[in-house]
């Protein structure tokens, strides 16, 4: 008897995705783009603290971490933010450890977000926001970033209608790809909206030790446990590998949302992570944070180059691992990258794929090996009649 072949259609949320970064890359011949040995990528985030195998690890070191270890870390993590912020936690019930940001935006999402319920995300950004709204089957709505507002978040849509029934707002700070960073001042207004309107604040806080000062947290201003909780990877945090693994502070009822949900979606820690960011928190800033720090300075004297060859105008803050950039009479993003890849072999990513407001721009990431940013001033240099960025091709 022959059997019938079933068709089963994704759910509907999956349809409401939003495109992938990398979508946005140039079209031709996209699946071996990263392959090709001359290709110079200044597009992609590479973590560039590499895992070393600790000739020390026991084979307990690739068990699950006991409660006790992850409670000696939230310890740690309370001193931590007591000495860099002056803000003082309840290390049980006002951090929680668990899976990389991406995840735990995941888990916030399926924790607070029912089907229809509105959650405010940033145009302009990544689109991580709107994926973690979409697969929890709520409805992302857009406040403004641009240079219209000066790269500062316009949140007047929360005085609106839509303010009554929005459940969370999602910001980044500093903001990806501007570097932008809110104040201590601008913390008290939205504090004061978040309540009126009871709206949870989410601070994505991956890129806060980059800068090398003292960035203003959420929590640090007054009634910000309140309202709201910040999220921390402890690679980007503490100069660690790219171990999958962050935590969260804050609101001592959404960390309780957050613990709850990871009983049934538990993140795998091994017990090695939790020895080597207890190690990396002591001894904050380490020398691999602060070499990263020189290490990105070095590779913007190459970008500052490299964007007066292509008369490429710097915009954004220097607080982030990423430059932005604004194209000659604002001309198409993709269009210029385009160009950038098909005469010189140079990957960037187009504004326009972290959202209509980057129209215009460019992002540069800071992550690549240093000889990449002295390649790409001297391809450049060479063909530099054939890169006209704000021509249309």
Same mark, same amino acid.
């Given at each position: 008897?022959?059997?019938?072949?079933?068709?089963?259609?994704?759910?509907?949320?999956?349809?409401?995705?939003?495109?992938?970064?990398?979508?946005?890359?140039?079209?031709?011949?996209?699946?071996?783009?990263?392959?090709?040995?001359?290709?110079?990528? +200044?597009?992609? /985030?590479?973590?560039? !603290?590499?895992?070393?195998?600790?000739?020390?690890?026991?084979?307990?070191?690739?068990? $699950?971490?006991? $409660?006790?270890?992850?409670?000696?870390?939230?310890?740690?993590?309370?001193?931590?933010?007591?000495?860099?912020?002056?803000?003082?936690?309840?290390?049980?019930?006002?951090?929680?450890?668990?899976?990389?940001?991406?995840?735990?935006?995941?888990?916030?999402?399926?924790?607070?977000?029912?089907?229809?319920? !509105?959650?405010?995300? $940033?145009?302009?950004?990544?689109?991580?926001?709107?994926?973690?709204?979409?697969?929890?089957?709520?409805?992302?709505?857009?406040?403004?970033?641009?240079?219209?507002?000066?790269?500062?978040?316009?949140?007047?849509?929360?005085?609106?209608?839509?303010?009554?029934?929005?459940?969370?707002?999602?910001?980044?700070? %500093?903001?990806? $790809?501007?570097?932008?960073?809110?104040?201590?001042?601008?913390?008290?207004?939205?504090?004061?909206?978040?309540?009126?309107?009871? !709206?949870?604040?989410?601070?994505?806080?991956?890129?806060?030790?980059?800068?090398?000062?003292?960035?203003?947290?959420?929590?640090?201003?007054?009634?910000?446990?309140?309202?709201?909780?910040?999220?921390?990877?402890?690679?980007?945090? @503490?100069?660690?590998?790219?171990?999958? /693994?962050? @935590?969260?502070?804050?609101?001592?009822?959404? !960390?309780?949302?957050?613990?709850?949900?990871?009983?049934?979606?538990? %993140?795998?820690?091994?017990? @090695?992570?939790?020895?080597?960011?207890?190690?990396?928190?002591?001894?904050?800033?380490?020398?691999?944070?602060?070499?990263?720090?020189?290490?990105?300075?070095?590779?913007?004297?190459?970008?500052?180059?490299?964007?007066?060859?292509?008369?490429?105008?710097?915009?954004?803050?220097?607080?982030?691992?990423?430059?932005?950039?604004?194209?000659?009479?604002?001309?198409?993003?993709?269009?210029?990258?385009?160009?950038?890849?098909?005469?010189?072999?140079? +990957?960037?990513? %187009?504004?326009?794929?972290?959202?209509?407001?980057?129209?215009?721009?460019?992002?540069?990431?800071?992550?690549?090996?240093?000889?990449?940013?002295?390649?790409?001033?001297?391809?450049?240099?060479?063909?530099?009649? /054939?890169?006209?960025?704000?021509?249309?091709?």
């Amino acid at each position: 008897m022959p059997i019938k072949k079933i068709i089963i259609d994704k759910a509907h949320r999956l349809y409401q995705l939003p495109p992938a970064i990398n979508s946005f890359s140039p079209k031709s011949k996209k699946s071996n783009l990263l392959k090709k040995t001359n290709l110079i990528d +200044l597009a992609t /985030f590479n973590w560039q !603290i590499k895992m070393e195998i600790d000739k020390d690890l026991s084979e307990k070191s690739f068990l $699950p971490a006991s $409660p006790q270890r992850i409670a000696q870390l939230q310890e740690e993590l309370a001193n931590w933010f007591l000495t860099f912020h002056g803000v003082k936690l309840n290390p049980y019930k006002e951090i929680y450890i668990g899976a990389n940001i991406s995840r735990m935006l995941l888990n916030l999402s399926l924790a607070y977000i029912d089907k229809g319920d !509105i959650a405010f995300v $940033p145009e302009l950004g990544i689109p991580l926001y709107k994926t973690a709204t979409a697969i929890s089957g709520g409805q992302p709505v857009e406040y403004e970033i641009s240079e219209r507002t000066n790269w500062q978040p316009d949140f007047n849509k929360l005085n609106s209608r839509l303010g009554y029934v929005a459940r969370i707002l999602f910001l980044n700070n %500093p903001h990806n $790809p501007t570097g932008v960073e809110l104040s201590s001042k601008d913390f008290e207004n939205l504090i004061w909206v978040a309540s009126r309107e009871n !709206i949870l604040i989410v601070v994505d806080a991956a890129y806060q030790a980059f800068s090398g000062r003292k960035n203003s947290s959420l929590l640090s201003v007054k009634n910000g446990k309140v309202v709201g909780i910040e999220l921390y990877s402890f690679a980007y945090q @503490f100069g660690l590998p790219s171990l999958p /693994f962050g @935590f969260a502070v804050g609101n001592k009822e959404i !960390i309780n949302g957050l613990n709850t949900l990871s009983k049934i979606n538990k %993140p795998f820690i091994y017990d @090695f992570c939790i020895e080597r960011a207890l190690k990396a928190v002591r001894s904050f800033p380490n020398e691999e944070i602060k070499s990263l720090r020189n290490n990105f300075s070095q590779k913007k004297s190459y970008l500052t180059e490299l964007q007066e060859l292509l008369s490429l105008e710097k915009s954004g803050f220097d607080t982030i691992p990423f430059v932005w950039t604004k194209i000659k009479k604002r001309s198409r993003s993709v269009n210029a990258a385009n160009i950038l890849y098909r005469r010189s072999k140079i +990957l960037v990513t %187009p504004g326009k794929a972290l959202g209509d407001c980057g129209e215009g721009f460019l992002r540069f990431s800071l992550t690549s090996p240093v000889e990449s940013y002295k390649s790409a001033c001297d391809r450049v240099q060479k063909k530099l009649k /054939f890169l006209k960025l704000d021509k249309e091709e």
